[in-house]
């Protein structure tokens, strides 16, 4: 599983740049730190897409790409989680690669 996440890694969307503002900066910490270390353990990866309006847009790939549990996973734990620890957003949507 480890060999499968690495392919499909190019260089991870959810490292913090300069020029992120600073929700985008603690939408990426919180996803590097919490939520990546969790869906590896499975095979998934998720990346971060985009941040606007209080919509956070996220790249569901590997075992979390098309899983049924994925959209589970993505409304209780990752959304509930966001919300509480960042006010600003408002909902998680993610697109399947």
Do not use: H, W
């Amino acid at each position: 599983n480890e060999d499968q996440v690495a392919e499909m890694k190019p260089e991870s969307s959810n490292l913090v740049n300069a020029d992120d503002d600073d929700v985008v900066k603690r939408i990426k910490e919180l996803l590097e730190n919490y939520v990546k270390p969790a869906v590896e353990m499975d095979g998934g990866a998720i990346q971060f897409k985009s941040y606007e309006n209080g919509k956070v847009n996220l790249l569901m790939q590997g075992s979390c790409s098309g899983c049924p549990s994925s959209m589970i996973t993505l409304k209780a734990g990752i959304e509930g989680m966001m919300k509480r620890m960042i006010p600003e957003v408002n909902e998680v949507v993610a697109e399947s690669e």
